[in-house]
């Protein structure tokens, strides 16, 4: 089992930053992909930004690209994701996420789930 915890949502204007952080917890070593979604009132969840846990390489949402970045910690426990120049449309319930496989990106699909931290982005 993996625990993650998120933390560090809130409200910004348009343009402003926020930093999430995902602690994960519990059996971590088996936790290859760690990754980030959202959802928005009314729309499905989606994909944000991924990296992998041994190998570090990144993806991310056409959506996101040149304004996140994905990041962890060296001991592989703490995941960050920095959001820069920020918009109304990235308002949503932002979820951390962890898959046992070792193929990782956008498209791989977690096997444990945080509760959620939410962003609110005021134009």
């Known amino acids: 089992q993996v625990q993650l915890v998120e933390s560090g949502g809130g409200s910004v204007q348009a343009g402003g930053s926020l930093r999430l952080s995902c602690r994960a917890s519990?059996?971590?070593?088996?936790?290859?992909?760690l990754g980030w979604f959202r959802q928005a009132p009314g729309k499905e969840r989606e994909g944000v930004a991924t990296?992998?846990?041994?190998?570090?390489?990144?993806d991310y949402a056409d959506s996101v690209k040149g304004r996140f970045t994905v990041s962890q910690r060296n001991d592989e426990t703490t995941m960050y994701l920095q959001m820069n120049s920020l918009k109304p449309e990235d308002t949503a319930m932002y979820y951390c996420?962890?898959?046992?496989?070792?193929?990782?990106?956008?498209?791989?699909?977690?096997?444990?789930w945080g509760q959620g931290t939410q962003v609110t982005v005021s134009s």
């Open positions: 996420a962890a898959g046992t496989r070792w193929a990782c990106g956008m498209g791989f699909e977690p096997k444990y």
């Open positions: 519990g059996q971590t070593y088996s936790a290859y992909c």
């Open positions: 990296i992998h846990t041994f190998r570090g390489d990144t």
